[in-house]
């Protein structure tokens, strides 16, 4: 069997965990698959994989031929789109997003690229966790925290502005606040892991305001929907809510004064980020998104 083949197939098992997954990615049958990594385990004198009847793991001998083996790979695939930049972007890509820009916006944008390019699967996975792109065998991640780390290279993808509001419900029993410090005075909805206050920027300059409520949800849109319910005050990312604004559901509070935001960025394992389908896919995000990349 030729090599690079069995390492492109090695190289999808070890993404995905699974040989049925891996083939039905490729094309292949699982016992071609599996023929195909017990070939690299012979010709390399070590086992790669850990296998049972559940699951598939890296062996540390594994983990550290399948980095080796995934910047060979991205390297002849960015050497073949160089030669021939109109070749088309082809295999399959591991994404990772959060879950709320996940369901509510990433859905359209991924549909787009695919039918951009028609020989290219994805496999997208949405978790708040902080996933290890190495470790893990993903191309691609969506962030909207830290987006640094050895051995990552991120672009921006847009700005997240946060817009504060709540439930007319709410506000009829509770009044409307004139000031961030008049928060202190509310129940606010935050996030099981947030910090317990709120920054702000306005005409009196920057502030930060200690916020208190009896409820908090690790999920932002549970937490929405618990505003539109009248349980309180929430700060959000924008695109959450505006077709609430639109409905009326929710009330946008304090306009004169910003909220601290921040971005979204894509990042890729450094030894990828020059592959053909991570720069095609980062560009249409970022085009879509509004950032220049």
């Avoid at 699951?55 to 030669?83: D, H, K, N, P, Y």
């Avoid at 929430?234 to 910003?258: N, Q």
Wanted: proline share 6%.
């Amino acid at each position: 069997m030729d090599r690079l083949t069995s390492m492109a197939v090695f190289s999808r098992v070890a993404s995905t965990r699974s040989f049925s997954g891996a083939a039905r990615e490729l094309g292949i049958s699982q016992a071609t698959a599996s023929k195909h990594v017990q070939m690299l385990e012979g010709w390399l004198g070590t086992r790669l994989l850990n296998r049972t009847t559940r699951r598939v793991s890296l062996t540390e001998a594994g983990e550290s031929f399948f980095v080796q083996c995934s910047r060979i790979l991205e390297e002849m695939e960015a050497a073949r789109s160089t030669a021939k930049p109109e070749a088309p972007v082809r295999g399959s890509m591991r994404i990772t997003a959060p879950v709320v820009f996940g369901s509510t916006r990433l859905g359209p944008l991924v549909v787009d690229f695919m039918h951009l390019h028609p020989e290219l699967s994805l496999n997208i996975e949405l978790s708040d966790r902080s996933v290890d792109l190495v470790e893990e065998g993903f191309d691609l991640a969506i962030r909207t925290g830290p987006a640094e780390g050895p051995g990552l290279t991120a672009w921006p993808l847009m700005s997240l502005n946060h817009v504060l509001c709540a439930a007319p419900s709410y506000l009829a029993k509770h009044g409307v606040p004139r000031s961030p410090a008049e928060l202190q005075g509310h129940h606010c909805i935050a996030g099981t892991d947030a910090p317990a206050s709120w920054q702000f920027s306005g005409p009196e300059g920057d502030t930060e305001v200690p916020i208190y409520g009896r409820l908090q949800v690790n999920n932002a849109m549970l937490r929405r929907d618990a505003a539109r319910a009248g349980a309180g005050i929430l700060l959000c990312a924008d695109y959450l809510v505006e077709e609430d604004f639109a409905s009326g559901h929710l009330v946008r509070l304090l306009p004169e004064y910003k909220p601290a935001g921040g971005a979204l960025h894509a990042v890729s394992p450094a030894y990828r980020a020059t592959s053909a389908k991570v720069r095609n896919l980062v560009s249409h995000l970022a085009a879509q998104l509004g950032a220049a990349v």
